[in-house]
């Protein structure tokens, strides 16, 4: 596990260099959620809503929408794909996104239309860490542990 | 004339006065009215209000700050830009499929988007461009004219 500024970068994961985290599931889904230097620049996490199971979304459309007192945003899918789960203790609780962003708090699992083409917009890896390092000073983000 | 920070301010009211007309037509499901109101209000913000703020403002204030165009304020207000043109492409399709529950829910989340990008603009960029460049109120009043008159 990377850490930067206080931020959890676990090298394991693939990212999409902004907001999201992915990992591969054996069944050739993908989870999805947000990294920590993304939670952290939201602030406290009050509302979520995630797209239904079943809904197609193109590449670059959002999975989910967040919303904190002071920030708004959507988690992209960086590839066409179609929701098989969602996280529905995220959506009871939108806090935990706060707490263990990459573990009990993944926000939905996706199927890629085209497993060829999943590569194309994510990385991993050293390349992938170096990335997120750099997201974190153009965004000026210090992370700090949450409670709870 | 008019500061920066005046003309500014002054189309963020109209930009979400044209918002709120859309979401209204919708709400009473006037669906062809709703479409048109939010395709004025994409186009005003997308190729007027964004594109003087790109071209002009944010090069004007990453100048000022020592010529760094990863300045952590102008790279935020970017990346809140393109997040924002995703969402308008969304609440478009959210029309074209006459859904009234996914329209609102992205009316929610970019209404907040715009509340919090707008003030930050509106407190930390607008006032110091009007501070450095006082006299320049005109000729930015003439730009914005010309890009609106495309």
Known sequence: ?148 | MKSIDEIMRGDHERLDALLAASAQAIEGLRWEEGATLLAQFQHDIIENHIAVEESMLFPAFEAQEGGDANHPLTSLLRKGHKDLRVFFEEMAEAISARDTEEFEGLLSTVQAILKTHDAKEETELYPFLSKAFPENGEAFTQAMAALKRK
């Open chain 1, 1 to 148: 596990m990377s850490e930067y500024r206080g931020c959890e970068l676990p090298e394991d994961l693939f990212y999409d260099l902004d907001y999201v985290w992915l990992r591969p599931e054996d069944d050739g889904t993908w989870t999805i959620g947000v990294t920590d230097p993304a939670q952290t620049m939201s602030g406290r996490i009050q509302k979520s809503r995630i797209k239904k199971v079943g809904v197609h979304l193109e590449t670059g459309r959002h999975v989910a929408t967040l919303e904190s007192g002071k920030w708004a945003g959507g988690v992209p899918v960086p590839f066409a794909a179609e929701v098989i789960a969602r996280n529905e203790a995220v959506l009871e609780d939108p806090h935990m996104i706060n707490v263990a962003p990459y573990t009990d708090a993944w926000i939905a699992r996706v199927k890629p239309d085209d497993p060829q083409r999943v590569l194309d917009r994510i990385k991993t890896g050293s390349e992938a860490i170096e990335a997120l390092k750099a997201w974190i000073n153009r965004y000026d983000v210090q992370c700090m542990r949450c409670a709870g």
